[in-house]
């Protein structure tokens, strides 16, 4: 009877081990796919958030691109201004065109909002305001301008220097806000 109660026990015991070493071997199995998948995902996180980097720095270039060329318009069709001021050849359609670069500049300005970040933003602010105080500023320079004699025209072209300098400097502080928010050497 011994050797039958020892053949059990063994038997027993063969199949503990057995059933131990299976669960082991899958939990080896289970494990040695899990590490797999984990970096699987991990590389596809990397990825999603690389793709989202990168569709970001393109909508901020594109937005901040707008601005400056926005800015080269409005800065154009003042320029005619003055010098239509200057051959006395004003007429009312130069007006509606300055009104509808500033506004082009003005949607552009505000679109950069969207995409940030906050210096950015507030520096294209400042392109908006202080191009629309030059805008205001030089309607009342061609108002002078069609009203007065030439002395009056450079007195009127003098008080234009602020608003131009604000202009200018307020687009170069807005380039040098877009270049660090694209990390892109000075």
């Known amino acids: 009877m011994d050797q039958g109660w020892s053949a059990l026990i063994a038997g ?62 409005l800065a154009g069709r003042l320029a005619a201004l003055r010098v239509a001021v200057e051959r006395e050849t004003v007429h009312d359609a130069m ?38 105080e030059c805008v205001v500023a030089r309607r009342s320079f061609v108002a002078t301008a069609h009203n007065s004699g030439a002395g009056q025209r450079v007195l009127a072209w003098d008080g234009l220097a602020g608003p131009r300098e604000e202009m200018r400097s307020a687009l170069t502080a807005f380039s040098a806000r877009s270049r660090e928010a694209l990390e892109v050497p000075s």
């Open 12 to 73: 027993l015991a063969g199949l503990a081990g057995a059933a131990i070493g299976g669960y082991f071997a899958k939990a080896g199995v289970v494990q040695g796919a899990k590490t797999p998948a984990d970096a699987v995902a991990r590389q596809i996180e990397g990825q999603r958030a690389d793709e989202l980097t990168r569709w970001i720095r393109r909508e901020r270039r594109a937005a901040f691109g707008e601005v400056i060329r926005a800015h080269g318009e």
């Open 95 to 132: 007006s509606e065109q300055v009104d509808e670069a500033w506004t082009a500049l003005s949607l552009a300005s505000s679109g950069v909002h969207l995409f940030g970040p906050a210096p950015v933003w507030t520096a294209a602010d400042r392109v908006r305001s202080a191009t629309r």
